[in-house]
């Protein structure tokens, strides 16, 4: 899937709403100054705001005549321009499919910005208004129903726009990060790529951040000035297509000067890219970049496309205003118009000139990464709309032939988040939920022959969706370089305007491959490997980089301190709960075992006993077997030992109702109900564990990636979801004891457990609500033994508090512990 990237900027706009035309009409006077748009009719528009021209000021503006006034050298970027014909293509390639978009035309709008601020401005201002007219916000008729807008891959002109159209709460869809104001944007380059440099340990030989267009004037008044340059082997280069074409004639001088020869490798991000007006110009600007590395927009070969492109006819443009600039621009010859006298030096043009004549970089024949991308953005504005056309009562319209255009940006938004589809070459389109695709890039190699052709070689890919490894792939054995050896042990870079933030990241990756992969960077014999590679998953590099150290296996053992004092814990606790079972059952006949049904207190030690040692399923290595039941065995028997208390508080409660004369709960009493309650809990725990196991079973897992140099080993709980929902289900049952137990605290003291129960489902409940924020913060041994110490702790709140009085009375006050005394504070 290609990575969207050039698309900075894609605007959902306000469709107008449904209404019956009134039938007089208002008038606007005011008007676009902008001439350059190319627009074709359809019942919803797509917008284009591109760049085809670029305007050079004769002159010095000011405010004393309209800047529309003034002179500007006009030229065709004719690279650029097949991103209109890609736009175009599209709508016509949507409009053809009858099961796509059935009954509904799309139309298009384009404009050519000129790389003229005010033109952005005023094209963001046309779109928001009438066509011809502009009104800012307000569309008096149903016409022109614009539905989106498609920005260029400029960023600045991205901004631009993002800042009208925010003005009028229209939604925008930033399908990159955007930077901020162009003062800013060097200083934020070199604080975020700094720390990234000194990490590999890259040096710098020079850095610079200036006006881009006093580089020319450089280089005719102080040619010695670019020195620096000649320092570094790397050069990377960051920028807008407008600001690289500065640097491109700066290095073309400087290149003829004489006074050096340019030998450095240049590296071009995805936005950067060089401009060439004429074929004559191609050998003079192409001789500096010779063996650059550009990485650029992962892009697929559409055969229909280039059919399309076949089809054009510069005599018959159909309403295309820059077909014919182009044509002009590429094949250098003159369109001829019957208002114009033929120019000299220039032939004719046929319409029949043949495309494999055009150098292929001023005009590629198959579709690049930026027409790829707005072939993509189209078909995922056209799948949003077939969405929202899917319903029922849309489709019973449909099918009356009636048209629904009343499509506004709030209702197509969600659509387009949530839309997934393959393209016409195969490739899977979607968007995360922030609206980002990932980005994909191919990395070329420039190559120029010494006849004059001209060539981009495939060298590497990036997909960040690949497995680790494989994500970036580079073949070194391809590349050509402009020098003689590879590049030395230093990458450098030269800064240029539109630094973005996915410029980071790919950075990143490609210094990592530059220092440790087929691009050796070192003269040292200890880093002069043949070929390096990345270090396996279980491995680390060392400070020298020069080997790869196994990390240290990461899991819970006894042998440390933290696992030694919790399977203490635990066994200490388990011989008290045994203890206790001991005293009960010896004493088993002794009032106060009998006044608080001893199968209920049997069944709540048994269970307590066993939560203790299930503690240790969690300590030790995670293994299969432990995994898989150290969960459910845990909720399991919580659930038992909870639903134990709550039915022996039921049984209170039920005991002290049954005293009152004339009340039927006495039919309650007895084994069948606190049976019925201490099966039922634990086994809808059981049912909802064993779905869990069914459906997504806890597993052993290795984590490479949390800790540097470790490897944690931990039991992956398979499906959080399941175990969220297992920890709910014990609360709600926690709850249930609690408040039961609360509103029974009153009842006579001797026959009644309720008040340490409230206060032993206090500590519990407060006990598992902290568990919740410290297990989702902590990761490795820290997690685990968290959850032992809330089970730890959980259980001995129920011990202590429910049978520590009772043990008491049994043990120390046998005095107590008779039927008069029982008697005695029930008549109280």
Not at 294 to 312: K, V
Not at 649 to 669: C, D, Q, S, W, Y
Request: aromatic share 12%.
């Amino acid at each position: 899937m290609a990575g969207l990237l050039h698309l900075l900027l894609l605007l959902w706009l306000l469709a107008p709403t449904a209404a019956k035309r009134r039938p007089t009409t208002c008038v606007l006077t005011a008007s676009l100054q902008g001439k350059w748009d190319y627009y074709n009719h359809g019942d919803l528009i797509i917008g284009g705001d591109l760049h085809l021209q670029t305007f050079f000021s004769l002159s010095v503006l000011n405010f004393q005549i309209d800047p529309s006034r003034h002179s500007f050298l006009t030229a065709v970027e004719s690279k650029n321009y097949q991103q209109f014909l890609a736009l175009v293509f599209s709508v016509k390639e949507v409009n053809e499919d009858s099961n796509l978009l059935p009954n509904i035309t799309l139309g298009f709008h384009i404009y050519d910005n000129c790389q003229i601020e005010r033109n952005i401005s005023l094209i963001s201002f046309s779109l928001l208004s009438t066509r011809g007219q502009m009104v800012l916000g307000y569309k008096c008729d149903k016409q022109d129903p614009l539905l989106s807008v498609i920005g260029g891959h400029n960023s600045k002109s991205s901004i631009q726009m993002a800042s009208i159209f925010s003005i009028f709460k229209v939604p925008q869809w930033n399908w990159v990060g955007l930077l901020a104001s162009e003062d800013d944007r060097g200083q934020h380059f070199i604080s975020s790529l700094m720390p990234m440099l000194k990490e590999k340990e890259i040096c710098l030989a020079f850095m610079e951040i200036f006006k881009f267009h006093d580089l020319v004037t450089r280089a005719f008044t102080s040619p010695f000035s670019f020195n620096a340059w000649f320092k570094a082997e790397v050069v990377i280069l960051f920028g807008e297509s407008s600001s690289n074409a500065y640097v491109q004639l700066a290095a073309s001088i400087h290149q003829h000067s004489g006074i050096t020869t340019f030998k450095n490798v240049w590296i071009l991000i995805s936005h950067s890219k060089l401009t060439v007006k004429g074929y004559r110009d191609l050998l003079k600007v192409m001789k500096p970049f010779h063996g650059a590395l550009h990485f650029r927009d992962h892009t697929r070969d559409l055969s229909e496309f280039s059919q399309f492109l076949l089809s054009l006819d510069p005599l018959n443009p159909q309403g295309d205003f820059f077909l014919p600039l182009w044509w002009e621009s590429v094949f250098e010859c003159k369109i001829p118009r019957s208002n114009q006298i033929p120019q000299r030096g220039k032939h004719p043009c046929t319409g029949k000139e043949n495309f494999q004549q055009i150098p292929p970089l001023m005009f590629e024949r198959s579709m690049t990464g930026e027409s790829y991308n707005i072939y993509n953005a189209i078909y995922a504005v056209a799948h949003a709309l077939h969405a929202i056309y899917g319903s029922r009562v849309r489709q019973a319209m449909m099918r009356l032939g009636k048209k629904i255009l009343n499509v506004q940006s709030w209702q197509i938004l969600p659509y387009l988040r949530n839309v997934q589809f393959n393209n016409s070459v195969g490739e899977t389109i979607s968007f995360s939920e922030d609206g980002l695709d990932s980005a994909h890039y191919d990395l070329l190699n420039w190559f120029w022959f010494p006849n004059q052709s001209f060539v981009f070689v495939k060298v590497g890919h990036i997909d960040p969706g690949a497995p680790p490894g494989q994500d970036f792939t580079i073949n070194s054995d391809a590349i050509v370089w402009p020098i003689k050896h590879l590049p030395t042990g230093s990458i450098h870079k030269y800064k240029t305007a539109g630094f973005r933030a996915k410029d980071l990241s790919i950075l990143r990756k490609f210094q990592y491959k530059l220092k440790n992969s087929a691009i050796n960077l070192s003269h040292t014999e200890r880093h002069n490997a043949a070929h390096c590679d990345l270090c396996p998953e279980d491995q680390y590099p060392n400070k020298d980089k020069n080997n790869c150290i196994a990390k240290k296996i990461y899991f819970l053992t006894y042998e440390e301190t933290l696992g030694y004092i919790l399977a203490f814990l635990a066994l200490f606790l388990s011989l008290i709960t045994s203890a206790i079972l001991v005293i009960f059952r010896k004493h088993h006949d002794t009032p106060i075992v009998k006044a608080n049904n001893r199968d209920l207190t049997y069944i709540l030690l048994l269970s307590l006993l066993l939560c203790f040692l299930c503690s240790f399923l969690f300590i030790g290595q995670p293994r299969k077997l432990t995994c898989l039941f150290r969960q459910s065995a845990f909720a399991i028997l919580f659930s038992l030992a909870v639903s134990s208390v709550l039915a022996k508080t039921v049984m209170v409660v039920l005991a002290f109702m049954a005293t009152r004369p004339g009340n039927k709960t006495r039919k309650l009493l007895g084994k069948p109900l606190s049976n019925a309650i201490v099966l039922a809990c634990p086994l809808i725990q059981a049912v909802l564990c064993s779905i869990w196991l069914a459906t997504s079973p806890p597993f052993p897992n290795v984590d490479f990636h949390s800790l540097v140099g470790e490897a944690i080993l931990e039991c992956n709980e398979g499906s959080a979801s399941m175990f969220y929902t297992v920890l709910t289900y014990l609360g709600f049952l926690a709850l249930i004891s609690f408040t039961v137990a609360f509103l029974a605290r009153k009842l006579p003291d001797s026959f009644n457990e309720a008040k340490f129960i409230t206060f032993s489902m206090l500590v519990f409940c407060s006990v598992w609500i902290s568990f919740l924020p410290t297990y989702l913060s902590t990761k490795g041994k820290s997690m685990v033994a968290v959850e032992i110490f809330s089970i730890l702790a959980s259980a001995a709140a129920l011990l202590a508090c429910i049978f520590f009085p009772k043990c008491y009375i049994i043990l120390l006050r046998p005095n107590l512990n008779c039927r008069e005394h029982l008697m005695r504070h029930k008549n109280l």
